[in-house]
């Protein structure tokens, strides 16, 4: 999510190019990028994770790309697809169900490497390595030997891991200890910052708690540094490269709201909720998602986050630090009012003379999360009342990367 | 009188009717309802080569048995695709319920010691029925059978996957006092090879074993009888889980769920005179679960390790009138307690009151019977949020205008509470859910010939059916943060037809029984989704079995064939999720023989069923793979 690829209109012919999917009139959307890839989650147990591909230069929706492009891999892409991120020409997939990390080309998606992780999360890189968060350690750690055969060494420890996985090899290199189920990861300055959920032992005796903490880890060591509280139920994390870590909180349903924190590489124990001291309430700033893109955090909140028996409206929003010392920052609300079921994310800025005016949403909507969702685009600067473009995708679209 | 009882499996399998059914149909209180649309005898089922309830059950129309597949595989019955929460399963009048989930498991449930099981298209209306039979959107109604001699039945079944089960029934009879005691086994490998995508794999972590303890004691009384059962099962069993895609080394399960079931049930019957009658009945259920994903077995598994302790205590009133010999009515109060306790979801404990009463009118007349009645259902939780309230209305007509000919219909609406899961045990919890409601309504055309030694049977039923406040479960913001709404629409029209003929000479006979079911089940629950308009999930709009019997002297032969047209796992029916048609059929060879032995007379039957004989893969529930050809041989002894 955080790679994107130096922009190139080559259009290589690649061997994904006779796919046939729906024709979309892009109206200038991506431009300047390849492909968008859509990885639809899947219902648990269903099996049922699609990888979409959205070819940007020739508007083609092509949906289970990577089934089509791999029709030798048993069961397609597996079970609920959790994360997708790009480095350089592989996309990477984390597959939480099916305990694999997929590596595939970025040009046609035909696999390069399955990677066994127990119960994989959210994926970073550096140069090196992948760092993949799992729940693993939730239910069992363990090692791999030399085949890659997996063996449990604790099945009662409840704390999760960040797998290390070489990029060259694609082979396990290591396990950190960090919080309860772990969910997102990003990289920055040589740390990684890792979100604790607790999302599974909040409901699980003994503790019937969720975790409130953020791991830092070294990378080069692969050691933990330091773990922060920040707030109950932490869910994703953003660098936006210049120092600044965004991690957000799912709140606890009940009484803990959602919110967005941020906090600084250079003092990462100093943790501020975004809004706090301006004229924008923090209560008033919801997170169901985020996703950050030319330096900023966008989030999809809603207000009636504790009441899940009304339709819910969902508005827009970010947040851009403008000034690193004194951690000012710059909150924006945008005018789209989006009502359904809104999943997952994207942003993206507009290419030409629009470039530093306009950025596009692309929305992925659950709808009843059983049956396929769709994707769709809006502006995200102006409410014109209109959705640039609509598709429909598999279920329930969360996770977006742009090549 | 007979005709409109003798039902279609009953004279297949050339039973006479139970007698204490036949006797109750002579007294002048007992008007008839309408006719059940499928009733069979157990020992009909048997001779039919069907081993549970569910083999049994899932030949009906308009019957869709869900199946994860093996012994130890959920099975639960939807009828006319109201929805499994809204069919009721009652043994001698008394709710098999679940508070937690709404579902029976008929995979638990034995044949040994019942008589009959019979499914009602509209609503079983007879005399003295708790008001929770009425109250239920449709019901599978057990009967079982009454100790009338002293016999000793001891029977073996075994066979492939590893399956054993033997068995035993005892019955004593002293004076107007009959006891039983009757015991069973199961246990199964369930170790049956699949097709996983381009190989073969073997099904893990299938395996059961439980045993199935019962007694019961019953009389007569002058105008009276009374009954009193005691139910013990436990039960260990492995879930396969899905088949999915999985990194190699990981299994797709180690989960295990042990149960322990135990329930008490009386019911005492008096006539007061020719025109009054009172029923009373009572349960109390106990029925402990103990689930665990034993991580340390499974690197994938949600460490979950819970325990579930589900109580009930039932008791019911029942009074009966009948004015003259044309009209009667019914007054039925029953209160129900349930309670569950359980450390799982920040240890929530649902209790519930509830409330059910029912008020039911019966008139018959030369060629006309008439049946309506009004219930209402009243539930609190714990004494928490607002009652649950539900005003069910019934209305059905029977019209026998020619001696083999007779013309039902009924118009019913019907609700179903919300289930301790749908209400607590989500973790969005929602205290607003609404009682779900089915709206049913069907004709049925009944005609029967008798010509000789040949008799015909037939029946039409076209159905119109409508649920509405469909409780659906929403995940909230991720996979794992679940609700429950209130937003489901589904509107459901069908069509079923069953024809039967029997032949029967000195030593011979044969029956042929036919059965077809379209049922257009149409999702409306959001206008303008991919999903407005579909075809509910797993419901086909085609379904078909035919069942053969034939006997000669002391051999039996059966074969059944079940079809089941093209379903799609969701409601957006597209290639992705659809469940391609599937075929099974089953043989049975059986031969009974008569024995002198240890100074006495034996009757035995031996068979051997082979089921899925042309081993045909399939699925019934996506991800669950069913077994290939499989065996069971029998040894039966009645002393």
């Known amino acids: ?403 | 009188m007979l005709s409109i009882l003798t039902v279609l499996w009953a004279a297949l399998c050339m039973q006479t009717p139970d007698t204490l059914v036949a006797a109750m149909l002579s007294a002048p209180r007992d008007l008839p309802t309408l006719k059940p649309a499928e009733e069979i005898k157990v020992t009909g089922v048997e001779a039919c080569g069907a081993a549970g309830i569910s083999e049994a059950v899932k030949r009906f129309t308009g019957v869709q048995v869900k199946d994860y597949g093996g012994l130890g595989g959920l099975k639960t019955i939807n009828v006319r695709s109201l929805g499994s929460e809204h069919v009721g399963v009652f043994l001698d009048g008394v709710q098999i319920d679940n508070a937690q989930n709404m579902q029976v498991d008929l995979g638990r449930l034995s044949l040994d010691g019942l008589s009959d099981i019979s499914l009602y298209n509209a609503q079983k209306n007879v005399r003295l029925q708790s008001a929770k039979e009425y109250a239920s959107g449709q019901a599978l109604h057990l009967v079982s059978s009454a100790p009338r001699s002293d016999a000793l039945w001891l029977r073996v079944r075994g066979g492939s996957f590893g399956t054993f089960n033997p068995s035993i029934v005892w019955d004593k009879c002293l004076g107007r006092i009959g006891l039983r005691a009757s015991a069973g086994f199961v246990g199964s490998k369930g170790n049956y090879k699949y097709p996983y995508f381009d190989t073969t794999l073997v099904r893990e972590n299938g395996d059961i074993k439980s045993l199935r303890l019962e007694a019961r004691v019953c009389g007569t009384l002058d105008k009276g009888s009374w009954d009193v059962h005691l139910y013990g099962y436990g039960s260990e069993r492995g879930f396969p889980g899905p088949v999915i895609r999985r990194a190699s080394g990981f299994p797709f399960s180690a989960e295990r769920q042990a149960d322990r079931d135990l329930f008490a049930q009386m019911s005492w019957i008096q006539d007061w005179s020719e025109y009054w009658s009172t029923a009373i009945r009572a349960k109390y259920s106990n029925n402990y679960t103990h689930y665990a994903t034993h991580p340390e077995k499974n690197p994938m598994a949600m460490p979950y390790d819970l325990h579930y302790l589900q109580q009930s205590a039932y008791i019911s009133a029942v009074q009966s009138y009948a004015v003259d010999y044309k009209w009667s009515f019914d007054l039925a109060a029953d209160l129900q307690w349930n309670s569950l306790r359980s450390d799982a979801f920040l240890s929530r404990n649902p209790r519930r009151l509830c409330f059910t009463g029912a008020l039911a009118a019966r008139y018959k007349a030369e060629s006309l019977r008439f049946c309506a009645h009004l219930a209402y259902q009243g539930a609190r939780d714990g004494g928490e949020g607002e009652p649950l309230r539900a005003w069910m209305p019934s209305l059905s007509f029977a019209w026998e205008p020619l001696e083999w000919m007779e013309l039902d219909a009924f118009a019913k609406r019907s609700y179903r509470l919300p289930s301790f899961n749908d209400l607590y045990y989500s973790l969005m919890g929602n205290s607003s859910l609404k009682p779900e409601s089915a709206f049913q309504s069907g004709l049925d055309l009944f005609i029967h010939t008798n010509s000789g030694p040949w008799r015909w049977e037939g029946r039409v039923s076209p159905y119109y059916n409508r649920v509405s406040d469909k409780i659906v479960a929403i995940p909230t913001v991720s996979q794992f943060r679940w609700t429950m709404l209130n937003i489901g629409l589904a509107d459901i029209a069908g069509l079923d037809l069953k024809g039967c003929a029997t032949l029967t000479k000195s030593d011979f006979s044969s029956s042929l029984t036919l059965r077809y079911s379209y049922q257009s089940a149409l999702d409306h629950s959001m206008p303008g989704s991919l999903t407005y308009g579909n075809q509910l999930p797993y419901i086909p709009r085609h379904s078909a079995s035919a069942d053969l019997l034939l006997k000669w002297r002391a051999w039996t032969l059966s074969w059944n064939t079940l079809y089941n047209g093209e379903r799609w796992s969701r409601s957006a029916n597209i290639a992705d999720y659809h469940i391609a048609p599937w075929s099974v059929s089953d043989a049975q060879l059986s031969r009974s023989f008569e024995l002198n032995a240890l100074g006495r007379k034996i009757s035995a039957v031996a068979s051997l069923l082979v089921s899925n004989v042309f081993s045909f893969r399939y699925e019934i529930v996506q991800g669950y793979p069913m077994p290939g050809r499989s065996i069971l041989a029998s040894v039966s002894f009645q002393i």
């Open chain 1, 1 to 403: 999510m955080l790679c994107i690829a130096a922009c190139t209109k080559d259009l290589e012919p690649s061997k994904d190019i006779l796919l046939e999917g729906d024709e979309l009139n892009l109206k200038g959307f991506g431009e300047n990028y390849r492909k968008l890839f859509v990885l639809n989650e899947g219902g648990l147990g269903a099996n049922n994770a699609t990888l979409d591909v959205l070819r940007l230069q020739r508007g083609m929706y092509v949906r289970s790309a990577f089934r089509k492009m791999n029709p030798a891999v048993s069961g397609g892409l597996g079970d609920v697809g959790n994360d997708i991120a790009l480095h350089g020409e592989e996309l990477w997939m984390v597959i939480n169900n099916s305990g694999i990390v997929e590596v595939v080309s970025a040009f046609d998606e035909t696999e390069i490497a399955a990677i066994p992780v127990p119960t994989p999360r959210n994926i970073a890189f550096d140069d090196n390595y992948a760092y993949v968060t799992s729940w693993a350690g939730a239910y069992a750690s363990g090692t791999y030997d030399d085949k890659g055969v997996y063996t449990i060494t604790d099945s009662s420890n409840p704390k999760g891991c960040v797998y290390r996985i070489n990029l060259k090899t694609k082979k396990v290199e290591g396990t950190v200890e960090v919080g309860l189920q772990p969910e997102g990861i990003a990289l920055y300055g040589g740390r990684l910052y890792v979100a604790n959920s607790g999302g599974i032992s909040s409901q699980l005796p003994p503790l019937y708690a969720y975790d409130n903490t953020l791991s830092i880890i070294d990378a080069a060591s692969f050691k933990l540094v330091q773990t922060i509280e920040v707030a109950v139920n932490l869910k994703s994390v953003w660098s936006d490269g210049k120092g600044a870590v965004y991690v957000t909180s799912m709140g606890n349903f009940w009484d803990a709201h959602t919110g967005l924190y941020v906090l600084y590489a250079d003092n990462p124990s100093k943790v501020a909720l975004v809004g706090s001291g301006t004229a924008i309430k923090p209560e008033a700033l919801h997170v169901s998602c985020s996703y950050l893109a030319d330096g900023a955090v966008y989030c999809i909140g809603t207000e009636d986050e504790f009441n899940w028996s009304v339709p819910h409206n969902y508005y827009i929003w970010s947040c851009k630090i403008t000034d690193y010392a004194s951690g000012e920052c710059t909150i924006s609300l945008y005018p789209q009012t989006l009502s359904g079921t809104p999943y997952g994310m994207a942003v993206v800025k507009a290419s030409g003379a629009e470039a530093d005016s306009k950025h596009y949403l692309v929305l992925g909507d659950a709808g009843d999360y059983f049956n396929p969702g769709t994707v769709s685009c809006y502006a995200l600067e102006f409410n014109d009342g209109e959705k640039y473009w609509s598709v429909n995708a598999g279920v329930c679209p969360g996770h977006f990367a742009i090549w």
